[in-house]
Nanobody, 127 residues
């Protein structure tokens, strides 16, 4: 069992930056691949970024590539999402998720493979 708690969301102007954190407790953090997803009002939850349990590989949605960076600190049981050059369309509730099972590069983008989810943190980008 893993508990995930996101923090760092808030209100930011377009072009600004935020760093989200997701603190994990419970089973060994280094055993999980971690992902960030987001859900805007009236839209489905979508993949944002993922990072392998070792931290050696990262994956991004095309919409955030070059602007967002996912990282993790296994010693601190925390995964981060650095978000730069934020746009209005980045407004959403952001969720972190953990997957114990090792899946391939295409599957890691699917919400269905993740076993545990945080409660989400709101990110609002204003003009």
């Amino acid at each position: 069992q893993v508990q995930l708690v996101e923090s760092g969301g808030g209100l930011v102007q377009a072009g600004g930056s935020l760093r989200l954190s997701c603190a994990a407790s419970g089973r060994a953090f280094g055993s999980y691949d971690m992902g960030w997803f987001r859900q805007a009002p009236g839209k489905e939850r979508e993949f944002v970024a993922a990072i392998r349990r070792s931290g050696g590989m990262t994956y991004y949605a095309d919409s955030v590539k070059g602007r967002f960076t996912i990282s993790r600190d296994n010693a601190k049981n925390t995964v981060y999402l650095q978000m730069n050059s934020l746009k209005l369309e980045d407004t959403a509730v952001y969720y972190c998720a953990a997957s114990l099972t090792l899946f391939g590069a295409s599957d890691i983008r699917q919400a269905s493979i993740y076993n545990y989810w945080g409660q989400g943190t709101q990110v609002t980008v204003s003009s």
